[in-house]
Nanobody
């Protein structure tokens, strides 16, 4: 079973940027897509962005388009989330997840593997 390990979180001031990484432990890793979700304190987990592994198709939730950009490096089995113009409401635990078949990207139940998450705190 693959392990997904996130990194890159931390404390940043509003308006700043962070780049999150998610590395898969397996040498051979071929999901259908990788996604980022986030969960703010006291709130439900929400979908952020997805990228298909083979062709790099990207789907990002509308409210984050223009600020958050997902990318991947297939050779490194790693997916990234570049976050810019961060706001205090972006404070959350950010998780990456892998799915192995097509469908709605924002359906959490379709994701088989999850990372533990990396904490992002945006101060005002």
């Amino acid at each position: 079973q693959v392990q997904l390990v996130e990194s890159g979180g931390g404390l940043v001031q509003a308006g700043g940027s962070l780049r999150l990484s998610c590395a898969a432990s397996l040498r051979t890793f071929s999901p259908y897509a990788m996604s980022w979700f986030r969960q703010a304190p006291g709130k439900e987990r929400e979908f952020v962005s997805a990228i298909t592994w083979r062709d790099g198709y990207i789907y990002t939730t509308d409210s984050l388009k223009g600020r958050f950009t997902i990318s991947r490096d297939n050779a490194k089995n790693t997916v990234y989330l570049q976050m810019t113009s961060l706001k205090p409401e972006d404070t959350a635990n950010y998780h990456c997840a892998a799915r192995y078949y097509s469908g709605r990207f924002d359906t959490e139940a379709d994701y088989h593997d999850w990372g533990q998450g990396t904490q992002v705190i945006v101060s005002s």
